[in-house]
C-alpha cells in the first residue's frame, strides 16, 4: 500500500517562500504522474501543479505560474512544490497526490497546512 506523506508546511509572511514535500512509501513511485492540490476553507479543492513522472512535462495552475514549481527527486520517491512570493490567497491546506497504475490521482496524503499572513 503507497502512502504519501507532506511536510514543509507553515506560517509565512507574504513575499516569503516555503517548500513542500512529500514522500512517497510502500511502492515505488517513479514512473507515475504526481501533483500538488490545495482545498481553502469553504473552497473546493484545485489542483495547483502536476509532473510527469519523469518530471519533464508539467502543469500549473493560472494562480500559481511564475511562482511555485514542481519538481521530483525519483531515487528519493519524493516530489517537491517550491512556493514563492506567497500571497494570502495561497492559504490553504496542501495536499500530494499520486497517480498510481491509473489515469486519475487515487492515492492522497493527509495534507499539510500553509499560512500566509499579510
Known amino acids: 500500500q503507497v502512502q504519501l506523506v507532506e511536510s514543509g508546511g507553515g506560517l509565512v509572511q507574504a513575499g516569503g517562500s516555503l517548500r513542500l514535500s512529500c514522500a512517497a512509501s510502500?511502492?515505488?513511485?517513479?514512473?507515475?504522474?504526481m501533483g500538488w492540490f490545495r482545498q481553502a476553507p469553504g473552497k473546493e479543492r484545485e489542483s495547483v501543479a502536476s509532473?510527469?513522472?519523469?518530471?519533464?512535462?508539467?502543469y500549473y495552475a493560472d494562480s500559481v505560474k511564475g511562482r511555485f514549481t514542481i519538481s521530483r527527486d525519483n531515487a528519493k520517491n519524493t516530489v517537491y512544490l517550491q512556493m514563492n512570493s506567497l500571497k494570502p490567497e495561497d492559504t490553504a491546506v496542501y495536499y500530494c497526490?499520486?497517480?498510481?497504475?491509473?489515469?486519475?490521482?487515487?492515492?492522497w496524503g493527509q495534507g499539510t497546512q500553509v499560512t500566509v499572513s499579510s
Open positions: 510502500g511502492g515505488t513511485v517513479s514512473t507515475y504522474d
Open positions: 509532473t510527469s513522472w519523469s518530471g519533464i512535462s508539467t
Open positions: 497526490a499520486l497517480k498510481y497504475r491509473s489515469n486519475d490521482f487515487n492515492y
